[in-house]
């Protein structure tokens, strides 16, 4: 017996066919694509594999699919992992799915979760195990969801890198075979984000899973002899399997599901809306001021009072302090885990540095690490078991610091009443939590140390909403724990620690693919490029800063008078541009964004490339098509030009590129007609 249920969404249905073994995918796509055969469902006669392998099946453990990709590996110590478990429960509506499947042989029961996340078209899929039977159960792969696309072969776009390299955008044509990014550094990492989208190789519509799931994790896409793609994403287990003992439940992370007619793009809008959606009332985003390029280590109240003063002139509306601020901490190989201020670099004491600061009219915000150990401090020398260790082993410094194994009860206890203490002592309203090296060894393995260690992280950032007004930056040396859980409980994040011009534009362009763009955190800095050396201006630096939450960077003390006179009419333009780039529609287009709402629509846009040679040479200006404009015409805010719909739409908006003018801010306001 086989039900057929529809999940409805914004604009699209997700429709499943549930059988006694397994449940399958019979289309996903905008509204209306449930009327019609499935073009999933298997026409043929199958050879030399199961009839699961040739199913587009949603989720199945290995035994019932063995060779074409099973979402759950699981036995008893020392007997097989394979099981096959019969449908006990169906629960449905049209806004979630709860199908509950029994292993009668270990007692496994695995509920299927489906969730429509309201207003938007992203579909929460999970997995809840529990064991119902005598024995342990050993979990060797735990998969949140899988998925099947009715692409033939698949173009997979994903976003990869390292360290001050991250969110690279690339795509690959997978006619056949496997593909698999993942992480097993117990943070997402800095190499692959968790999220892949999948188009067809000719098609416009893209399809795509993102993980709400701070941890060790992989997503894989397999395009089977048919030319069907199947995705599947979890958590990974690592480094041993998952054990799930007698009576014991294990919940499996959300994987989120998007779809969009529109191309990346348009399956970037559906994940920008998702995040405003989580975000709910929290959408202040001050400009802010970060010491950290400036003065490094060497923090002290005098250099930072100076460049505060900068900051609130340039009109800068948060000075944050970034490492350096505590004991022990004059380089990195010291401090971490003693969250005391350093009253030598303090002489007045740091609650006075920090109403010195505000008494500029800034808020104040700092940098901690909380997860972190240094060797050298007190912490560690009093509780040396906190950090991960396996006794008889070495431990491996990374950036000469340790982690403590959050997991552990004392230890999270220990960072909930650093955090509260650090909070209610002094008036921070904003927290950069960083975490600058992974997590080895990860002993002692008798439990479930990712879960547990991200079951603490979670509290801990849950504890900060508590404060009334805090804003969290979540940051792991960059970019490395950049996740759709992550997201939900803070508010910005920091994508890379490379700030050089057109390093970033590239960072900035992958990571505007896959997350809102008030959620992306950007400095204006002096740093040369890393990757990309060419210089560029200052305007360049900061309309790029302003694609998301500007920030400034540099040392500011340094700045002429007419750099800082510059600076502050681009702080001034920004601010009034933030409401519509933080909420606006995003749209790409060659060097250049467009956000767009009903009343305005800014351009951001950047010379990357060769200089037209005007006025030197004939020559016309470069023209940028814009996108989904209301009829009529639109005014530029600054020159007051005229121009209509259609003319923007195909002909374009003109830039003026030259030697000196590298970037530009339009700002476009409909006009009745
Ligand atoms: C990490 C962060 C940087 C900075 C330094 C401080 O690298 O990503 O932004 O905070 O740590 O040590």
């Keep these: 017996m086989t039900t057929r249920r529809t999940l409805r969404l914004a604009t699209t249905t997700y ?3 549930i059988g ?12 209306g694509v449930e009327d019609g055969p499935s073009p999933l469902a298997n026409h043929g006669r199958v050879h030399f594999i199961t009839e699961a392998d040739a199913a587009p099946v949603d989720y199945a453990p290995r035994g019932q699919r063995p060779f074409f990709g099973a979402d759950l590996v699981v036995g008893r110590p020392g007997e097989p992992r394979e099981s096959w478990w019969e449908l006990t429960e169906n629960k449905a509506n049209h806004q979630q799915m709860r199908l509950t499947y029994v ?48 692409t033939r072969g698949a173009r997979l776009t994903y976003l990869s890198g390292q ?9 690959i044509d997978l006619p056949a075979g496997e593909f698999r990014i993942g992480s097993r550094y117990g943070v997402p990492g800095h190499n692959y984000a968790p999220w892949l989208a999948v188009q067809d190789q000719h098609g416009e519509q893209a399809w795509g899973v993102s993980l709400v799931w701070p941890g060790s994790w992989e997503i894989d896409a397999e395009v089977d002899p048919t030319g069907m793609t199947r995705v599947r994403a979890g958590r990974l287990p690592h480094p041993g399997p998952l054990v799930i003992e007698a009576g014991a439940m294990l919940i499996a992370p959300y994987a989120a599901l998007a779809y969009s007619p529109d191309g990346l793009d348009g399956l970037a809008r559906v994940w920008h809306a998702y995040e405003r959606r989580i975000r709910r009332d929290r959408t202040r985003r001050p400009v802010l001021y970060n010491s950290w390029e400036a003065t490094g280590f060497a923090v002290d109240a005098p250099s930072q009072l100076e460049l505060a003063k900068v900051a609130a002139d340039v009109g800068a509306e948060l000075f944050v302090v970034d490492d350096g601020w505590f004991t022990g901490r004059g380089d990195d190989t010291g401090g971490l885990g003693d969250w005391t201020p350093d009253e030598a670099k303090f002489p007045g004491g740091f609650g006075k540095f920090v109403d010195d600061v505000r008494a500029l009219g800034l808020d104040f915000g700092l940098w901690v690490e909380p997860e972190a150990v240094s060797p050298k401090s007190r912490l560690y020398a009093e509780h040396p078991d906190w950090a991960y260790r396996i006794d008889g082993r070495p431990q491996t410094l990374i950036r000469n610091q340790l982690l403590l194994d959050l997991g552990r009860k004392d230890v999270y206890e220990y960072i909930s009443a650093m955090l509260d203490r650090l909070l209610t002592t002094y008036p921070i309203s904003y927290l950069k939590w960083d975490m600058n090296r992974p ?3 990860r002993g002692p393995a008798l439990s479930d140390l990712d879960g547990d260690y991200v079951h603490h992280y979670k509290l801990l950032l849950i504890q900060l909403r508590g404060y009334k007004d805090v804003l969290v930056e979540a940051c792991a040396g960059g970019g490395g724990r950049t996740d759709l859980q992550t997201i939900a409980y803070s508010d910005v994040v920091w994508p890379s620690d490379n700030t050089a011009p057109l390093d970033r534009l590239s960072i900035q362009d992958g990571f505007l693919l896959a997350h809102a763009p008030d959620r992306m955190s950007s400095w204006v800095t002096d740093a040369p490029g890393i990757f990309d050396a060419r210089p560029r201006s200052l305007r360049f630096r900061f ?3 302003m694609a998301g939450v500007l920030g400034i960077g540099a040392d500011i003390t340094k700045w002429t008078d007419a750099q800082r006179a510059e600076a502050r009419a681009l702080v001034a333009r920004y601010k009034e541009i933030r409401d519509v ?3 606006g529609d995003v749209y790409r287009l060659p060097d250049a964004v467009q956000y767009v709402t009903p009343a305005t629509t800014v351009v951001l846009a950047w010379n990357t490339g060769a200089l037209p040679g005007i006025p030197d040479v004939p020559g016309r200006p470069v023209r940028l098509p814009l996108q989904a404009l209301r009829p009529g015409f639109y005014a530029d805010r600054e020159s007051g030009a005229p121009y209509s719909s259609a003319h923007l739409t195909h002909v374009g908006l003109p830039v003026h590129w030259t030697r000196d003018h590298d970037a530009d801010v339009v700002v476009l306001d409909h006009v009745a007609t």
């Design 20 to 31: 006694p073994h397994w449940p399958e995918l019979v289309a996903w796509g905008p509204v």
């Design 543 to 545: 309309v790029l800063a």
């Design 15 to 17: 429709t499943v066919d």
């Design 103 to 150: 292993d009668k042989v270990t007692g496994l029961e695995a509920v299927l979760i489906y969730q429509v996340v309201p207003a938007t078209d992203v579909l929460l899929r999970h997995v809840e195990l529990t064991n119902n039977g005598d024995t342990p159960l050993e979990v060797e792969r735990f998969g949140s969801a899988g998925v099947c696309l009715p």
């Design 439 to 441: 997590a080895t060894p």
């Design 581 to 583: 780039v933080h909420n």
């Design 163 to 171: 360290w001050a390299q991250e969110f690279q955008r690339r795509t």
